[in-house]
């Protein structure tokens, strides 16, 4: 018993194991799926905010130009609508193009003087040129008056067709040297005002607008004809930049993009847009940097609070998980002792159980074999007494004496049988045959039997009931139920009491109430229970097998027998036997 | 008295050059083009751009005997006013030499300038009651573009002619031209920037051609 609760023990502790392994390995999976997805969605969010951070600066860039261009686009309009243009266009003076230009766009040219640091100066052309139908340059006789140009840099400005709306360019001044800034320039159609059709253009140039955004490291500048042009960087990087930019270029078709880059030891994002989409000129980049170093430092902080987080949450995992483990092994431990209780207590009870059958087999042959032992002796002892009394020459109180004997001799061979049947059925051997058969009838001769007795008492007896009342039954079994209980109410009534017979049927069952005078039967006693003796002592008593014998006859038949009631001198037995299906065939 | 008269007369006629004393004439119609708009209210005409050519508004036409003609003495001044923020007249032709005044009869300013190869020039600013009152004398024949420099959408045209024979349609296109000398000439007419046709015609003494232009 010991070694087996010690069993028990050791597999409550390896279920508590396993079931702690198996949360771990749950709370371990489940916290390395969310790290996974907290680190990825860390680093798409860092690279969303980088890509959020230059789409900000370079729209904030575009707003400038964009309001630089609107007004610069008023200004030219209004410009290229000034009459005397128009009559050197249109009347064919262009020898007077440039000095009319001159003098209306005097304020729109910069100042010898470097200009004051105000929003105006943008707004201060570097050279300006118009170009004829052809979309060529018109060349100006003095071209101090209108922004000096070489002559590689005005080619630039010449377009395939003359624009019939504003175009932005970039072009790089002394491309030839290899140094050299980057011009904004804009293109204004010149219609006229007398036909409608675009017969000039008139191109400004400006100096470009440069981002550098000294809170985050961003450095912008411009690529445009194959050059890039990002003066916050040394030329060296440049030269490199350039060649990953064009490289970039050539082999993707779209407007924006970005990638890394390596400059110089340190990773740098690069983002780069279109400035001029669907421009006649050739297309120019904005073309920014952005130093790395800040958002990967910030990436390693939160891949450190994300790292922190999951072995807290693992700890926590941990601590739950055997709490866990605990709480739900406890109830299996419980279940398991008293299961290891309950088989033992079982185990106790099969074995009463057993021998208690074993006993009760023993007993019920041992009924059966003394019935049989008996009963050859009895019928000895009745023929001998049968045979003395045939015998004369005795004096009469020994053949009265002799009679009481026999009769007693009866009385034990009626015993004995009912022991035997007793046992028979005890032992299930038992076996009915049912039929039909006639209780009226039967009640009848039972009643008339009684009348004949010698010592029966003085009562009187009533009975109602119809006449061919049939039970389904075996009739010597029926027979006797009827007997015990007739004989009962005859020998335990008093003297000038009466029995009271009735019998009905309700299709079903039918009731046979047999009642009687005399002493009553106190509640609580168990009258059916095999050989039972009264409490009360009374002058009539039998073997106390009757009312057993009859009632398991009952049952057997799918009848029953009970106590009506038993009181004020009155006891009443009810037997019930299940209807003969309505046969009305006779017993 | 009678003869005084008529000596007087003789004495006169002897003085002018002979091509004066001719007594010829021209007169016909000039096929105008058609006038897409309504017409125009208080006769104004104004100049009109269509495909980069100039035209008047309602159609109209100059004719002129085309050649070489001596110089007269001194020539009569034209004007050329600038009214309502408009040339009147819109359309001026004049011979090589004449000197055209501009005066400026708006409430505002006006700055009336010619970049055409004709004629250059440039008036300047000037008010209302400006005095002397600008001119210009164009001695180049050809077409000459009117503009003002402070109202872009201005136009008038000066059309000067080497020859004094010249006379401008009706808006039905008929005209005359009288006292022309007799010879061979060639008889145009100008229609519009791009279009001027012409005849060659034969004048004599008393005789009346009538020509027209398809």
């Known amino acids: 018993m010991r070694s087996t609760v010690e069993a028990r023990y050791k597999a409550v502790a390896s279920f508590r194991a396993r079931l702690f392994t198996a949360i771990m390995i749950i709370v371990a999976t489940l916290t390395a799926l969310g790290l996974y997805l907290a680190q990825r969605k860390v680093t798409a969010d860092a690279e969303g905010n980088l890509q959020q951070i230059f789409q900000n600066e370079l729209s904030s860039l575009h707003r400038l130009e964009e309001l630089r261009h609107g007004a610069l686009a008023d200004r030219c309009n209004a410009l290229a609508a000034k009459p005397r243009i128009h009559a050197a266009i249109e009347d064919n003076a262009i020898d007077l193009l440039y000095p009319s230009a001159k003098d209306e766009l005097r304020d729109l040219m910069e100042s010898e003087e470097p200009p004051p640091q105000q929003p105006t100066q943008w707004l201060h052309a570097k050279f300006y040129r118009f170009l004829d139908t052809k979309g060529a340059v018109i060349k100006p006789l003095n071209p101090y008056d209108v922004g000096g140009l070489d002559a590689n840099t005005e080619a630039q400005l010449a377009l395939n067709k003359l624009p019939d709306t504003q175009q932005v360019g970039y072009i790089r001044e002394n491309a030839q040297t290899g140094g050299g800034a980057i011009d904004e320039v804009i293109a204004v159609p010149i219609f006229s005002t007398e036909t409608g059709d675009l017969i000039s253009a008139l191109v400004i140039g400006f100096k470009p607008l440069e981002l550098e955004d000294k809170h985050t490291g961003m450095k912008s500048g411009i690529w445009a004809n194959g050059r890039l042009h990002l003066p916050a960087l040394p030329t060296s990087a440049q030269t490199s930049l350039n060649e990953m930019v064009t490289g970039a270029l050539a082999n993707s078709d779209k407007d924006q ?284 008593s039998g073997h106390g097998i009757g009312l057993n014998l009859a009632r398991e006859l009952a049952r057997l038949h799918g009848g029953d027998l009970r106590l009506v009631r038993s009181e004020n001198d009155w006891t009443e037995f009810e037997v019930r036997f299940p209807a003969a299906d309505g046969v009305k065939a006779v017993a | ?99 055209v005044e501009f005066p400026n009869l708006d409430d505002t300013y006006h700055n009336i300038f010619s970049y055409s190869p004709a004629k250059r020039f440039d008036l300047g600013r ?5 005095r002397p009152i600008p001119t210009e004398v164009f001695d180049k024949p050809g077409l000459v573009t009117l503009r003002c420099d402070i109202h872009e959408h201005m136009r008038g045209l000066v059309l000067v002619l080497n020859t004094p024979y010249f006379v401008m349609t009706d808006t039905e296109g008929h005209f005359r031209l009288a006292g022309l000398p007799a010879g061979h000439y060639t008889l145009k007419a100008w229609i519009d920037s791009r279009t001027t046709r012409e005849k060659p015609v034969d004048l004599k003494n008393g005789q009346t051609l009538h020509v027209d232009f398809p």
């Open chain 1, 257 to 540: 993009n970005y990638f890394r880059v390596d400059l110089g030891g340190a990773s740098q994002l690069l983002f780069y847009k279109r400035l001029n989409p669907g421009s006649l000129f050739p297309p120019a980049y904005e073309i920014c940097i952005y130093p790395l170093s800040y958002s990967l430092a910030e990436l390693h902080r939160l891949r450190w609070q994300i790292g922190g987080a999951g072995a807290l949450l693992l700890l926590g995992g941990f601590v739950a998980s055997h709490l866990v483990a605990l709480r739900f092994s406890a109830p299996v431990k419980k279940l398991a002792l008293d299961s290891e209780e309950a088989r033992a207590q079982r185990q106790r009870a099969e074995a009463a159980l057993a021998s208690t059958a074993e006993e009760l087999a023993r007993s019920t042959r041992y009924s059966a074999d003394a019935s049989h032992q008996l009963k050859s002796p009895v019928t000895v002892l009745r023929v001998g007494l049968e045979s003395l009394l045939e015998r004369e020459g005795f004096k009469p109180e020994v053949y009265e004496e002799l009679s009481n004997l026999l009769h007693q001799t009866h009385r034990l061979t009626g015993v004995i049988e009912d022991l035997l049947l007793l046992s028979r059925m005890d032992a299930g051997h038992l076996q009915i045959a049912c039929t039909p058969v006639n209780l009226s009838q039967l009640v009848d001769e039972w009643l008339e039997d009684l009348g004949a007795l010698r010592d029966s008492p003085d009562v009187k007896i009533e009975k109602e009931f119809p006449r061919d009342l049939f039970v389904a039954g075996e009739k010597r079994y029926t027979s006797l139920i009827v007997q015990n209980l007739l004989e009962n109410a005859r020998k335990y009534n008093r003297p000038g009491g009466r029995i009271c017979v009735s019998a009905n049927g309700n299709g079903r069952d039918i009731v046979l109430t047999i009642g009687n005078n005399g002493c009553t039967i106190p509640p609580g006693e168990n009258i059916f229970e095999r050989f039972h003796h009264s409490s009360t002592p009374s002058v009539a």
């Open chain 2, 1 to 99: 008295m009678r003869l005084r008269g008529l000596l007087w007369f003789y004495a006169i006629c002897l003085m002018l050059p002979d091509p004066l004393f001719g007594s010829s004439a021209v007169e016909g119609r000039v096929e105008l083009p058609k006038s897409h708009s309504a017409p125009v209210q208080a006769k104004r005409y104004e100049i009109v751009t269509k495909g980069g050519v100039l035209s008047t508004q309602p159609p109209l036409a100059v004719v002129y005997v085309d050649g070489a003609f001596p110089r007269t003495g001194s020539l009569p001044a034209k004007q050329v006013a600038q009214k309502d923020l408009t040339f009147v007249p819109a359309l001026l032709p004049i011979q090589v030499g004449t000197k």
């Open chain 2, 126 to 130: 000037y008010r209302p009651e400006e």
